[in-house]
C-alpha cells in the first residue's frame, strides 16, 4: 500500500486504503488496477475503515471528491462497443451504499464494489415496495470533463419522494457527493463524447425486516451507474404510442407525483399490451375524466401547435420531470410560448407536434398517436422541427456545447 486516502460523506469520516501504481510513468492505477470487484482480496482492500479522529476536515466534500477521483483511472475508458449500446445494465466497478435507522439521519457512505446486495427476505421494499428512485446521467465532454445535469433537482425529487414514503432521505449534499463520488470512481466507463453517458442510478429503500404494515427500521441509499445509448429503439426517431383508456398510472392522493418503485411495476401491465402490438410505449390519461393527458411511463408529454408549446400541469399524478422543467425554459428562451395546463386528448390529436421528455430519453420525438383505434401521425413520419431544435438546444447544454447560461451544470473535474 502505497497511500491512504480519505473518503467521507457528512459527519463521519472514513478512509480507503489504495494502491497508487506511481512507478508506472506517474499514472495512478489504484484500485482499478486489481482483478474484477468480485475478487474478496480486492473487496477488502477497498473496504473502507475508520479514520483516527486526529485528522480535521474543514470540507469532507471535496475530500469525498478528491478520493473518488484518484480511485478512477482518468485516461483509460474501457473496451466497449460504444457505438451499440442500447438502455441495459452494464456492470460497472463501483457503487455507493449508506445506511440509516428509521427517526434517524444519514451520516456515512461508502464506495464498494459493483454486485449483489444482501438483504432480509421481510425487507420494507420488498413486502410493502418502501422505495424510490432517481435517474440522471454524466456526460464526458471533449476536454475530458465530466459534466452532471442539474442533479441537485433529483436530490431534492428524492427528499420530497422519501417524505411521500415515510423514508428518510440523504440531504441534498449528501446526494450530490455520493452521486460524484460513484461517477468519478466509474469514469473509465463513461462513454466518449457523443457515444452516449453514463446513466446514474440511486436508490433509496425500507432495507430493514417489517413483517406487520409499517416504515421499515431501517434504510439504505445506493448509487449504481451503468453506460447507455439510446433509451427507446428508435433513437430520435419519432415513437408510436397508444393512449391507454382502461388502465391508469396514477391517481388523485396516490403516489403518481414521486418516483416510488411501484409506479412503474404498474404500468407494464399495459406498457407489454402496447408493445406487443407495435407500440413503443403507452400515454396515459387522468383517472378522473379519461380525457386529460398525464404522462408516458416513464417520460412527459409536450404538444405543439403553431408557436405554442402545452405540457400537463403538475397535481399530483405526473412525475414532475426535471428535463420537463428545462424544456420549459428552453422553449421560452427559445421563444415558444409555454403552457401548464390541462391537455385534452382533443388538443393532443389537432397538435402539430408532440414529443416525450426524460432523463432517459431526453427528447423523443411523437410520430403516431393511437386513440380508440384511431391513429393520427405527425410530422410525415421525420422528426418535427420545433423537437429536433429544442432536442439540440438541451443536449448541447447537457453536453457542454453551449453556454450554460442557466448555471445547469455541475463540472466534476
Ligand atoms: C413516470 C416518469 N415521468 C417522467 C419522467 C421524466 O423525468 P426526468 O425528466 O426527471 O427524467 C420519468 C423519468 O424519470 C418518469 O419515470
Known amino acids: 500500500m502505497e497511500t491512504a486516502a480519505v473518503f467521507s460523506t457528512a459527519a463521519t469520516v472514513a478512509t480507503v486504503a489504495t494502491v497508487a501504481g ?24 477497498l473496504r473502507f475503515t475508520s479514520l483516527n479522529s486526529s485528522t480535521t476536515y474543514g470540507n469532507v466534500n471535496a475530500r469525498a471528491i478528491e478520493v473518488a477521483s484518484s480511485l478512477s483511472v482518468p485516461s483509460e475508458t474501457v473496451d466497449l462497443n460504444w457505438d451499440n449500446l442500447g438502455f441495459g445494465l452494464v456492470h460497472t466497478d463501483y457503487m455507493y451504499t449508506m445506511k440509516c435507522s428509521l427517526g434517524e439521519s444519514f451520516t456515512k457512505g461508502e464506495l464498494v464494489p459493483f454486485g449483489n446486495i444482501e438483504i432480509n427476505p421481510s425487507a420494507g421494499v420488498l413486502n410493502y415496495g418502501q422505495g424510490l428512485f432517481e435517474g440522471l446521467k454524466a456526460y464526458r465532454k471533449e476536454d475530458g470533463n465530466i459534466l452532471l445535469f442539474r442533479p441537485e433537482e433529483n436530490a431534492k425529487r428524492m427528499m420530497a419522494g422519501a417524505e411521500r414514503m415515510c423514508m428518510p432521505s440523504p440531504s441534498v449534499d449528501q446526494f450530490l457527493q455520493a452521486v460524484k463520488a460513484t461517477v468519478l470512481a466509474n469514469e473509465r466507463w463513461i462513454p466518449p463524447p457523443g457515444k452516449g453517458s453514463l446513466y446514474i442510478r440511486p436508490l433509496l429503500m425500507g432495507s430493514g425486516s417489517v413483517l406487520g404494515l409499517a416504515p421499515a427500521p431501517e434504510y439504505t441509499f445506493l448509487v449504481y451507474v451503468s453506460p447507455v445509448g439510446n433509451y427507446f429503439k428508435e433513437g430520435l426517431s419519432p415513437i408510436n404510442l397508444v393512449v391507454e383508456t382502461e388502465m391508469h398510472r396514477a391517481t388523485p392522493g396516490g403516489t403518481g407525483g414521486v418516483k416510488t418503485i411501484g409506479n412503474y411495476a404498474a404500468v407494464l401491465k399495459a406498457q407489454g399490451a402496447a408493445k406487443a402490438k407495435g407500440y413503443s410505449d403507452v400515454l396515459y390519461l387522468d383517472s378522473t375524466h379519461k380525457k386529460y393527458l398525464e404522462e408516458v411511463s416513464s417520460c412527459n408529454i409536450f404538444v405543439v401547435k403553431g408557436n405554442t408549446i402545452s405540457t400537463p400541469d403538475i397535481k399530483g399524478t405526473i412525475l414532475p420531470g426535471i428535463t420537463r422543467k428545462s424544456i420549459i425554459d428552453v422553449a421560452r428562451d427559445q421563444g415558444f410560448e409555454v403552457f401548464e395546463k390541462p391537455v385534452t386528448v382533443d388538443e393532443l390529436l389537432d397538435a402539430d407536434e408532440v414529443f416525450c421528455t426524460g432523463t432517459a430519453v431526453v427528447v423523443s420525438p411523437v410520430g403516431s398517436i393511437t386513440y380508440l383505434g384511431k391513429r393520427v401521425t405527425y410530422g410525415n413520419t421525420g422528426v418535427g422541427l420545433v423537437s429536433q431544435q429544442l432536442y439540440s438546444g438541451l443536449t448541447r447544454l447537457q453536453m457542454g456545447l453551449a453556454d450554460d447560461k442557466m448555471g445547469w451544470i455541475v463540472e466534476l473535474k
Request: cysteine-free; overall charge positive; aromatic content about 12%.
Open 22 to 45: 506511481r512507478a508506472n510513468g506517474g499514472l495512478r492505477y489504484p484500485l482499478l488496477s486489481f482483478p474484477p470487484p468480485n475478487n474478496n482480496k480486492f473487496r477488502n482492500q
